[in-house]
C-alpha cells in the first residue's frame, strides 16, 4: 500500500472515530438534559391538580384528577413514559388544554421556526459586510466605528431593541404591526411582515456578535505568510480578502452562525411575548403559569435537542471543512 493510500485510510479511520465520539457526546447530552429537565419541573412548587381544579377543590376531587393524569404514578415509571413517548413522537396530553401535545408545538414551530431562520439571516447580512469591513480598515475610523457600534449591540437587550422597534416602526410610521400574527394562510408576506420587527430585535444583538468574529478571524486570516506573499504579488488589499483571505476566515464564522440558529430558536421567549405571537417560546411562558408540566418538559426538550443536534451537525461539519482538524487528529 502506498503511503497516500495509508494516509487516507488513517485520515477516514479517524474521521469515523470522531464522528461516533461526537455521537456518544450527543446521546448523552440528551439523556442527561431530559434527567435535569424532568427533575427540575418535578421539584417546582404548585401542583397540577389543585392548580386545574381552584384554590375550593375537594382533597377526594384533586385525587381523582391527579389519577387521570398520572400525577400519582412514581416518579421514574413517569419519566420512563415521557421519554418512550417522545421517542415515538407522543408528547402526552396537555394537562390544561386536554389537546395533544405533539399537534400544539407542530402549530407553534411554524411561528418559531420561520421567525429564527428570518432573524439568522438578517444577522448574517448585517454582520458579514460589516466584519470584513472593519478588518480591511483595521485601525482606522471604519473599524472603530463598527467596534462602538457591536458594543452597543452586545451590551442592550434584544427586548429594548423589540421595544424602541415597536415604537419607531409599529405606533409612529405604522409601517408593521405591534404585534400578532397573520398566520401563513392568509399570504407569505403578510407572515413575513408580522415577523419582520421580532426578527430584528432577535437579529440586531447576534449580528453585533458575529460582526466581531468575522473581523476577529479575517484579521488573524490576513496576518499569515501566503496572505504576504499574495500582497507581495501587486494584489490589491481588497482583492487579497475577496480572493485568499476570506474563505479560510469563515470557517469559525459559519460555525458560530451555527450556534446562533439553536439559541435564536431556543431563546424567543421575551421576543414572543412582546410581540404575542403564538411560537413555542409563548407556549412554554403559559404552560409555565399554568403548571402544565407536560407541555413544559416537552416544549423544552425539544428546544435542548434542537440545541444539541446543531452543535452535533456543527462539529461534524467543521471537521469536514478544515483539514487542520484532521492533521490534527492523525
Known sequence: MSPICGGHNLTGIFMINYFFRRLFTFVLSLALASIVIFSLVEIAPGDPASFMLGINAQADTIAALRAELGLDQPKISRYLAWISGMLTGDFGISYTYRTNVTEMVGDRLWVSLPLALYALLLSTVIALPTGIYAAAKRGKAGDFTVISATQIGIAIPNFWFAIILVGIFAIKLQWFSAGGFSGWQNGVLNGIASLTLPAIALALPQAAILSRIMRSALIETLGE?????????????????????LRNALIPVLTIIGLQFSFLLAGAIIIEQVFYLPGLGRLVFQAITQRDLIV??????????????????VDIAYMLVDPRLRQDSI
Request: no cysteine.
Open 225 to 245: 505568510d501566503y496572505i504576504r506573499t499574495a500582497r507581495a504579488k501587486g494584489l490589491s488589499s481588497w482583492q487579497t480578502i475577496w480572493a485568499h483571505a
Open 296 to 313: 413544559v418538559e416537552s416544549v423544552v426538550m425539544l428546544l435542548v435537542f434542537a440545541v444539541i443536534l446543531v452543535n452535533f451537525i
